[in-house]
């Protein structure tokens, strides 16, 4: 299974399974919410049936609309009885919203036998849906009419209520939800464009470098067959041209092994040796190379072994690109080398007189493609790959760099290196 399946299912499972908590904790906020609602409809039901106990306007008004009786009034009995019921309704809108239930409401006043019965204005259609709630009245209505009296409260889709109630959890849930979807889905559409980008990217490297790789060693091959027969004058010459197609060799190595790095590959094959012969030819062939230029250049081994693991020709390489750097960033270039051996480490030490670098990019100088420039300009030409590739080499072989910068006063590089012995 690709890493893509896996993270797609691990993607599908975790949403899956928060909206399965959601969801419990909205069954669980429903379970509170008619919880609440059955403790406030008792505490409005004692309220209701304390509030009719005695007689006062409102349920002598309700027992003559029950009796049918309109001798007290200029009105019909069907006008008494119109208005009992409205002022009723409003009466028991007002117990129940001071209880906190808004919900809607119907209601019927009857006694047991139904001799006695008033409607509420408001009555719903789907009866099997309501759920009702009786009070039985005592006092002064039941003792006028000489029977049994019940006001009986309907509510109608009580589910859909709380689900009202409840709005302050469930769309911030559901924004949240949605929110968080929306987020990884756009992360995993860049993480895998990114990808797609690399692949095509590395693809296109391989391409160049391999096609570069031809004229490289075309003028290898041409330049050992003119040393066969060169001058003296010229033999040195020739042997700058061999080092710098070897250095152009190696720098096409790099750029291959960085898209390599990039595909997840170990391009590292690492082995116990003694860096210091080849530490050293390769100080020599430097020196050589910038004897022909204004570069003052020192290097200074300490004796004895050097035992480390590592490749040697990524750490030449890598060595390599911070003495470039060293002599492409000043402009009057003086650079020393220095290797010791402390603590158990191999410490190489580059130091340049060179621009220096700012904080700011100090914190980004091992960054890929990252080059520090002045302000829009780069002077010195480059890609950003060489520090980027020096880290991950260093890195490989367990080891760390550091780097130590002030603008104007010049840069120093260490690399540290654990020695297997000694």
Known sequence: MSKRNIYIGVFVISVIGLAIVQYKYLEIGLSLARVQFS??????GDEIREDLTNRDQMTFLLGKALQRDSTYFRLSIDSVQDASRFFLNDFLTERL????????????LFSKDTSYYLQSPRTFSDRDKEVKYPILLQGYLPDLLGDRLILELKFRDLRSYFFFQLNGLILPSLIFLIGIVAVIIWILRTYYWQRNLITHTNEFINNLTHELKTPVFSIGLASKLLSQNATDNQKPILDIIRQQTDRLS????RVLDLARMESGKDIFNLSETDFRPALKKLCQDFGT???LEEVRFTCDLEEGAYPIRAEVFHLENA???????????????????RATR????????????GRGISPEDQKRIFQKYFRVGEG?????????????????VIDAMKGKISLQS???????ISIQIPLTHG
Not at 250 to 253: S, V
Not at 320 to 333: C, E, G, V, W
Not at 342 to 353: H, W
């Open 342 to 353: 402390e603590n158990g480490y191999l410490v190489i030490r580059i130091q340049d007189n």
């Open 319 to 337: 060595v390599n690109n911070l003495l470039d750097n060293a002599k492409k960033y000043s402009d009057d270039p003086v650079i020393s080398l």
């Open 97 to 108: 919203v001071r209880n906190g239930i808004e919900a809607e409401f119907s209601y019927e």
């Open 250 to 253: 190696g720098h096409i190595d």
């Open 289 to 291: 190379l910038v004897s």
């Open 376 to 392: 829009d300009l780069h002077n010195v030409k480059g890609y950003g790959l060489g520090l980027s590739y020096v880290k991950k």
């Open 39 to 44: 403790k406030n409809l008792v505490t409005a």
């Open 406 to 412: 002030k603008l104007g006063q010049g840069t120093l």
